[in-house]
């Protein structure tokens, strides 16, 4: 039987959702089945050390993603893939024009985000009303769905929804050697905020909330790095926040997952959150602010986590002391994840999708 070959284009592999995914459907997908190959704009990033050997990394060096169309597309018409798997929002949206070149290739995108709250730039929506050249748009939550059927016109026969995997061998792996981190203090309350120090994340009004908890004994521990972490630390600065620590980028986040008493997530909007999914993993309890991005999917009520609405500083707060006076079921919370987003179960449809497109 032929394999099947599959071409999945990132920019790079740097610690983000998508290349996570990436990475982990590229490793588990049999062999005797597929063979695939990853395309980055440039060969960098921290999954690179985590994908197995016998994934052909082709690196097109091309650092800038307007100047990346003219390089992919001559690697898809020299390589001649069964299945182009694109998972960038901006590369998905110029790729989509030239679909129509390849009759005999099959092509997907992965949504990324709520595509009407993340993507403002006209020149890039544009591209948009070329999106329903795709075989098949991959969204990992309703509210994805809904936004590319309502702001663009998507046809609803074109989208499916596969919510994100969580590989449960990795981060138990990554669990079994984490110690309690150093900064992490014994007579207080350790809570955790992970992601891209960026508008998006909603950070500033996470620092907001925290005015509200200066006298309590809690700490707030931020893991990220981006463009706006001197305006953050400043904000800290002038509310005179002593009791939040800025981390900076972190290669194992989970011995902060694994030891915090809440994680908390603040964005404004998100397509599926796999720190959400994977805070669960770790078995750690959640408060999500209710944003867009399957927020609502993940979070099971009173079981692994609750949902606020941030922009509510002293309600947040307020929900944020209740949630830490609970003693929470790590193997209850641990078990609504792995119940419904492990990565068997995830990876089955994703297996499913890419055997069906090519018949």
Not at 86 to 92: A, H, I, M, Q
Not at 315 to 330: C, W
Request: charged share 30%.
């Amino acid at each position: 039987m032929k394999k099947i070959s599959i071409l999945f284009i990132l920019p790079d592999l740097e610690t983000g959702g998508a290349e996570r995914i990436v990475t982990t459907i590229a490793n588990n997908l049999p062999r005797e089945r597929f063979e695939p190959k990853i395309l980055l704009l440039r060969k960098e990033g921290g999954y690179l050390e985590f994908l197995k050997d016998d994934v052909e990394i082709i690196d097109i060096k091309t650092p800038r993603i307007r100047h990346s169309l003219k390089p992919i597309i001559k690697e898809i018409r020299k390589r001649k893939p069964d299945i182009v798997f694109s998972s960038f929002g901006e590369v998905n949206a110029y790729l989509a024009l030239f679909i129509k070149f390849f009759p005999k290739i099959k092509f997907i995108a992965r949504e990324t985000n709520v595509v009407s709250k993340h993507v403002n730039r006209k020149e890039i929506r544009f591209f948009y009303k070329f999106y329903n050249n795709y075989d098949e748009i991959i969204c990992q939550s309703d509210d994805m769905q809904n936004d590319l059927i309502e702001n663009f016109e998507i046809k609803k026969e074109k989208l499916i929804k596969i919510n994100n995997p969580v590989d449960f061998d990795f981060i138990n792996e990554k669990l079994a050697t984490s110690e309690k981190p150093g900064s992490f203090k014994d007579d207080f309350k350790n809570i955790v905020a992970i992601g891209n120090l960026s508008s998006r994340k909603g950070f500033d009004n996470l620092l907001k909330v925290f005015i509200h908890l200066k006298n309590e004994k809690i700490l707030l521990h931020i893991l990220g790095d981006g463009r706006d972490k001197e305006l953050l630390h400043q904000m800290k600065k002038d509310l005179g926040l002593e009791n939040v620590i800025f981390h900076g980028q972190q290669k194992n986040p989970y011995q902060f997952l694994k030891f915090a008493e809440l994680f908390i997530l603040s964005s404004r909007y998100e397509g599926f959150p796999n720190v959400l999914l994977e805070a669960g993993a770790c078995g750690t309890y959640s408060l999500a602010n209710n944003c867009p991005g399957g927020i609502t999917e993940i979070i099971q009520l009173g079981i692994n986590g609750e949902i606020s609405n941030i922009e509510n500083h002293e309600e947040f707060a307020g929900n944020i002391l209740r949630s830490l006076q609970h003693n929470h079921d790590s193997a209850a919370i641990k078990n609504s994840i792995s119940s419904r987003f492990s990565k068997e179960i995830i990876l089955d449809k994703y297996e499913n999708i890419f055997k069906e497109i090519v018949i």
